[in-house]
């Protein structure tokens, strides 16, 4: 989603180009065929001359997610270039500089403090959205979830193999056929909603990223069983939802959720962690329960590479996002039974995260040249 936001971009710069070049750097360059970068960026260049070119042995230093474009008329001559980063969560970076896209409008960018403000004004963490945001949150949260939706929806009804050379199978509707027949039925049917999802972004269609594409398959799976259980209306869900973005907007301010920086706990770690907090408020969690479980979310999975086989978004993240999802209900169950005092803040985690991140060697960030990638192929 980077990249095609920023091909997006740079063809409106200069839209009477002949031709257009991207060179692709470093950990997009490494797995840019596997996540369908190439198709992406020809999608948002939309011209029958386009470039594109793979450099996975050059890694910029501001991130390994680099990419440079071009655009030359007839002649041959550079009309323009730009170079940019995909930072992760569809989001944009120049190097040195603020994110391209919307600047955060929340004034407060820790969850300590945001749950400060929530004890002094008496009121919740979705108040505390909704006060910033406005009323428009709730429409596009709306379209959010039925987004969501209509994806398990979809990918409960493939079948088949998966694109790419891995010919990987899908699983959701198996999962799911068998979940309903099972009286303790709970974790095949979480596990058929997030492979469903996932299932659906290997496929190369509409997901919604929470907080990444590869860990779009959590915070749905955790939200439809929790609404079908507990017979949750609109309001509820949305709310909910509220609760798991703010969550995740604080990693991204503080943090990273990009798996080519701090791995795949940037990403499915960030999504456990989301989806716990947001399962905790539905259980009628306190602040400290809220924060308790979101920290957990995210400290079990601290360590986690990202090493997908082949470059595809396929083995182990889809895997990984079923195991999650229930990973996320575990740990807001688990911090239901305290009063919520717990040593290790969310905060403190999300640094814990990135100073994780910062030591995990290259290959086990998005490059598919270690761990499970080297060892299949």
């Given at each position: 989603m980077g990249p095609f936001n920023a091909g997006t971009i740079f063809k409106k710069r200069f839209p009477n180009a002949s031709l257009y070049r991207v060179t692709l750097f470093g950990s997009l360059a490494a797995t840019g065929k596997g996540h369908l970068t190439d198709d992406a960026l020809h999608q948002a260049l939309a011209s029958m001359g386009v470039e594109i070119l793979f450099r996975p042995d050059i890694t910029k230093p501001f991130h390994s997610n680099g990419m440079f474009f071009e655009a030359f008329n007839e002649k041959q001559e550079l009309l323009g270039s730009w170079e940019v980063y995909s930072v992760g969560g569809s989001a944009l970076k120049e190097a040195g500089e603020n994110p391209i896209s919307e600047p955060s409008i929340y004034p407060l960018t820790s969850f300590n403090a945001i749950m400060q403000w929530c004890h002094d004004e008496h009121k919740e963490l979705w108040q505390y959205v909704e006060t910033y945001e406005g009323e428009a949150i709730w429409e596009y949260l709306a379209e959010v979830w039925a987004s969501m939706q209509t994806t398990i929806d979809r990918?409960?009804?493939?079948?088949?193999?998966l694109p790419g050379i891995l010919q990987y199978p899908r699983k959701a509707s198996k999962f799911f056929a068998?979940?309903?027949?099972?009286?303790k039925r709970a974790h095949g049917i979480i596990f058929a909603y997030a492979l469903a999802t996932s299932e659906e972004n290997a496929s190369g269609n509409i997901v919604v990223t929470a907080p990444t594409c590869g860990a779009c398959g959590v915070v749905p799976a955790v939200l439809r069983y929790l609404k079908e259980l507990y017979n949750l209306d609109q309001t509820d869900c949305l709310r909910?939802?509220?609760?798991?973005?703010?969550l995740g907007n604080i990693v991204k301010f503080n943090g990273s959720i990009s798996g080519a920086e701090v791995g795949c706990q940037g990403e499915v770690g960030v999504a456990c962690s989301m989806a716990a907090g947001m399962a905790s408020y539905l259980f009628g969690g306190n602040l400290q329960q809220i924060d308790y479980a979101a920290e957990m979310g995210l400290e079990h999975h601290l360590g986690m590479t990202c090493d997908p086989i082949a470059g595809y978004v396929q083995v182990p993240c889809i895997e990984r996002n079923a195991v999650a999802a229930i990973r996320a209900i575990d740990a807001a169950e688990y911090t239901s039974y305290t009063d919520g005092a717990h040593k290790v803040s969310f905060d403190e985690i999300i640094q814990t995260m990135v100073e994780t991140g910062k030591d995990m060697n290259t290959k086990y960030k998005e490059t598919s040249l270690g761990g499970l990638a080297k060892r299949y192929l």
């Amino acid at each position: 989603m980077g990249p095609f936001n920023a091909g997006t971009i740079f063809k409106k710069r200069f839209p009477n180009a002949s031709l257009y070049r991207v060179t692709l750097f470093g950990s997009l360059a490494a797995t840019g065929k596997g996540h369908l970068t190439d198709d992406a960026l020809h999608q948002a260049l939309a011209s029958m001359g386009v470039e594109i070119l793979f450099r996975p042995d050059i890694t910029k230093p501001f991130h390994s997610n680099g990419m440079f474009f071009e655009a030359f008329n007839e002649k041959q001559e550079l009309l323009g270039s730009w170079e940019v980063y995909s930072v992760g969560g569809s989001a944009l970076k120049e190097a040195g500089e603020n994110p391209i896209s919307e600047p955060s409008i929340y004034p407060l960018t820790s969850f300590n403090a945001i749950m400060q403000w929530c004890h002094d004004e008496h009121k919740e963490l979705w108040q505390y959205v909704e006060t910033y945001e406005g009323e428009a949150i709730w429409e596009y949260l709306a379209e959010v979830w039925a987004s969501m939706q209509t994806t398990i929806d979809r990918g409960l009804k493939q079948s088949g193999v998966l694109p790419g050379i891995l010919q990987y199978p899908r699983k959701a509707s198996k999962f799911f056929a068998k979940a309903r027949k099972e009286e303790k039925r709970a974790h095949g049917i979480i596990f058929a909603y997030a492979l469903a999802t996932s299932e659906e972004n290997a496929s190369g269609n509409i997901v919604v990223t929470a907080p990444t594409c590869g860990a779009c398959g959590v915070v749905p799976a955790v939200l439809r069983y929790l609404k079908e259980l507990y017979n949750l209306d609109q309001t509820d869900c949305l709310r909910a939802l509220a609760v798991a973005g703010l969550l995740g907007n604080i990693v991204k301010f503080n943090g990273s959720i990009s798996g080519a920086e701090v791995g795949c706990q940037g990403e499915v770690g960030v999504a456990c962690s989301m989806a716990a907090g947001m399962a905790s408020y539905l259980f009628g969690g306190n602040l400290q329960q809220i924060d308790y479980a979101a920290e957990m979310g995210l400290e079990h999975h601290l360590g986690m590479t990202c090493d997908p086989i082949a470059g595809y978004v396929q083995v182990p993240c889809i895997e990984r996002n079923a195991v999650a999802a229930i990973r996320a209900i575990d740990a807001a169950e688990y911090t239901s039974y305290t009063d919520g005092a717990h040593k290790v803040s969310f905060d403190e985690i999300i640094q814990t995260m990135v100073e994780t991140g910062k030591d995990m060697n290259t290959k086990y960030k998005e490059t598919s040249l270690g761990g499970l990638a080297k060892r299949y192929l």
